[in-house]
């Protein structure tokens, strides 16, 4: 799909009020991220047509859906919605549930087969929904989502209410969603480490408005964004594996031609994303010597900016890659570090995940 997700709404309650303007590539995954009561839910709702006193602009790859003079009807929107709850039909097996969806749908983009395929379900066909897991459950809600062919996907925080087995469950098939499918996604969520893992473009809300947007990479690296700071700051990398070390359960990848060792077993050439928290990186001006810190690499500040009291969050290059690292103040006038200097970054811990089909 070509061009872009157009948005412009306004929505005003009691309580409330919403005022967004953004477009959103029509590829990959979309994260909205924000706090409780932020409009992310509102966001949604309004794209879908569920919110009637909203009024605004939606084009979807230069198709006009709504604006002054017109507004498609709810069953007109071809979207696929997956809510917080899977809100299946209790009198139909998981089989009928999935071919609902089909049966609403109008185009052949996904089929019954792709779907159940992707999502892992072949086995729970011909079972009752209420014997499915809470994962299991929310698997068969996006297929019915799927099988509407739509021209858009809207997920509302769909593993928030599952428990950690659940959500690790169904990430994966997230994740295969995500590398297979060229069905824009817009994907809300509170929790920072879904976003990392899924997303490729990141929508920062904020009392109703979107105080951020851009690429996943380049927002988390913005450092004015209180959301964004405290233990969960951060950064993403894209790198290449290039070979395992089966002895010690380590990989060691590479971007820039720069090489470093992450935990994991990797197939060589396999595009990686990792995550690499501030907390887990220190600086130092002159190489630490034989330490447990196995990746030190040379980097160059780019900005040193205040984060609470008593500490900072440094931005440092390595390579075209940016990562943030959390001092002291104190250890930063110890050192008299300055933006532009060259350091040494030891990175302590790194997260790692396969990128997606979508990624760069």
Not at 41 to 55: W, Y
């Amino acid at each position: 799909m070509s061009g872009n997700i157009s948005v412009r709404y306004e929505l005003q309650r009691s309580d409330f009020s919403l005022d967004v303007g953004v477009d959103i590539p029509m590829r990959g995954i979309t994260g909205v991220f924000g706090e409780s009561g932020a409009g992310k839910t509102a966001l949604l709702r309004c794209i879908a047509g569920l919110e009637r006193r909203a009024s605004g602009r939606l084009v979807i790859a230069e198709e006009i859906w709504q604006d002054e003079a017109i507004s498609r009807p709810v069953h007109e929107r071809e979207i696929g919605y997956v809510f917080q709850e899977p809100r299946l039909f209790a009198h139909l097996n998981v089989r009928q549930n999935i071919e609902y969806g089909q049966r609403r749908g109008r185009r052949e983009d996904v089929g019954f087969d792709e779907a159940v395929e992707l999502l892992g379900l072949r086995h729970l066909l011909e079972r009752s929904v209420d014997t499915l897991s809470g994962g299991e459950a929310q698997r068969v809600a996006i297929a019915r989502a799927l099988l509407r062919s739509p021209r858009v996907v809207l997920m509302d925080e769909p593993i928030a209410s599952l428990d950690r087995a659940r959500r690790d469950e169904i990430l994966p098939f997230l994740d295969r969603l995500h590398a297979v499918l060229s069905i824009p996604v817009i994907y809300v969520s509170h929790s920072i480490d879904e976003v990392i893992r899924l997303c490729d473009y990141l929508l920062v809300m904020e009392r109703g408005r979107i105080v951020a947007s851009g690429k996943t990479q380049d927002v988390l690296l913005r450092t004015d964004l209180p959301m964004l700071g405290g233990e969960e700051a951060g950064a993403i990398i894209h790198a290449k594996a290039l070979v395992h070390d089966p002895e010690d359960g380590l990989t060691k990848i590479a971007f820039d031609g720069i090489e470093m060792w992450v935990p994991g077993a990797y197939d060589t050439g396999a595009r990686l994303r990792l995550r690499i928290r501030a907390n887990d990186v220190t600086i130092s001006r002159e190489n630490p010597g034989p330490s447990t810190v196995l990746n030190v690499l040379p980097a160059s500040i780019e900005s040193i900016d205040a984060d609470g009291e008593s500490s900072e969050l440094v931005r440092l290059a390595i390579g075209s890659e940016y990562i943030l690292a959390r001092i002291t103040r104190r250890s930063r006038a110890q050192l008299d570090l300055r933006p532009g200097e060259p350091v040494l970054a030891q990175i302590k811990s790194v997260a790692v995940k396969n990128a997606p089909a979508t990624g760069r």
